[in-house]
């Protein structure tokens, strides 16, 4: 339970200064109070209609038992109003207490939210947030008692009044309040792993998770929209300013098998961690940048992450087709050296060893080109014909985990 003293959302409102802020002030203002007195008039209605139905009851027993013996049910009926006054009261109180603790939940996120939007650095870039979208968001916000869900919660309302933040779609709206501490951190671990990249491979995935004895279920955060698994024939990789290309030729049965982040839990993520739709972003312009790389590296981008994703993807093409292997360098912006090879069926290693003469400018990609590439070129090809099953790809990977 959050505690908050009762001037604690009028003291935050006084202190804002923002225009992002003062748009959240008056959007509080039309919807927080019409939210609560919505639910108390349905909430007063319940009370009402249990006083009648416990009215209507009373009588008709009362008249049944004093055709039967009226003295005895007088002192019956004395026992038994007492027992209906107590149960009434219950009831009532239970109600009660349900609305305060409603309204506390809802006046936290609120006062939250405006310290969230007038400490933004866009924060003067105010918009006017839509009263239904503010309707359906208290409403949800009111089922919602996990105090790391209410912090989301109250990053979702501050970007709501912010231009250039995004605004949470109703479904990511509704996914968020069937979150509980269990789901949260799986999906918080989740979007952790897979940050640097924009997918992971599915083993890695799991394997990651067991590593760091996080309990993952993947089939849950499939099912609650905010995971989905993908398969697919090529995959890319971006390592700071070195880009990684797998592709199948489109007559070969192979394909890549990663997980990645839905739309929703992409929104959802995004407002947990600013740096992930930056860098987001600076991906989808195609060109390496000092800003891609900063941001890659704060996200866990380092040796031991590239060396398991190295394996993985041995570990995955390991009794496939015909695979095409591209690497290519980009120098802050520009089109740097690429290397080009191909993988074919019967093989015994993986022919990128020319790699890493690649010229890489910035000093963490030509590290970090380094670890990824001597994976491959280090590949005991005597182990090959051993990763045709799932069991012996768990074994590899087992065996050559990173400590």
């Known amino acids: 339970m959050i505690e908050i003293p009762g001037t604690q959302l009028e003291k935050a409102a006084g202190e804002i200064t923002s ?21 108390s008039a349905s909430d007063e209605a319940k009370a009402e209609e249990i006083h009648r139905d416990i009215a209507h009851e009373g009588e ?12 005895h049910q007088e002192r019956k009926e004395i026992a038994h109003r007492v027992e209906l006054t107590e149960l009434a009261r219950r009831g009532m109180h239970r109600i009660e207490e349900q609305i305060i603790d409603e309204q506390r939940r809802l006046e936290w996120i609120a006062s939250r939210s405006l310290g969230i939007a007038d400490s ?18 208290f409403k949800y916000a009111a089922d919602v008692d996990e105090g790391t869900i209410l912090e989301v919660l109250a990053q979702c309302l501050a970007a709501a009044a912010i231009r250039s933040r995004p605004i949470l779609s109703p479904k990511a709206l509704d996914t968020l309040r069937f979150f509980d501490l269990r789901s949260y951190h799986m999906f918080a671990f989740s979007v952790g792993a897979m940050a640097p990249f924009e997918y ?30 993908n398969r697919q024939k090529f995959a890319t990789f971006n390592i700071a ?18 997980y990645q982040l839905t739309y929703v839990g992409r929104s959802i993520a995004d407002l947990m961690d600013q740096r992930a ?7 989808n312009s195609g060109a390496a940048s000092e800003e891609l790389i900063k ?5 866990g981008l380092n040796a031991d992450l590239v060396k398991s994703l190295a394996r993985y993807l041995i570990a995955q093409m390991a009794d496939t087709g015909d695979c095409d292997i591209t690497v290519r360098s980009v120098s802050r912006g520009s089109e740097g050296e690429s290397f080009s090879a191909r993988r074919s069926l019967p093989i015994d290693e993986f022919p990128l060893a020319p790699m890493q003469s690649l010229d890489f400018v910035d000093a963490n990609t030509k590290e970090l080109a380094r670890f990824f590439l001597t994976e491959f070129e280090d590949f005991n090809r005597n182990q090959l014909p051993y990763l045709y099953t799932d069991d012996e790809r768990r074994k590899y990977l087992k065996s050559n985990s990173v400590p």
């Open 295 to 299: 941001l890659q590296m704060s996200l």
């Open 241 to 258: 300013d070195m880009v990684c290309t797998f592709s199948y030729d489109s007559g070969v049965n192979s394909e890549f098998r990663v």
């Open 120 to 137: 933004d650095p866009d924060r003067d870039n105010a918009r006017e947030i839509p009263d239904d979208w503010l309707k359906r968001f």
């Open 277 to 283: 739709a930056r860098l987001s972003k600076a991906r």
């Open 60 to 71: 008709i027993r009362r008249r049944r038992d004093l055709e039967e013996e009226r003295r």
């Open 19 to 39: 225009e992002a802020g003062k748009t959240l002030i008056g959007a509080i203002r039309r919807r927080l109070d019409a939210a609560v007195a919505v639910r």
């Open 200 to 229: 992971l491979p599915a083993d890695m995935l799991e394997s990651e998770a067991a590593k760091f004895s996080v309990d993952l279920d993947l089939a849950l955060m499939v099912e609650l929209g905010l995971l989905k698994e």
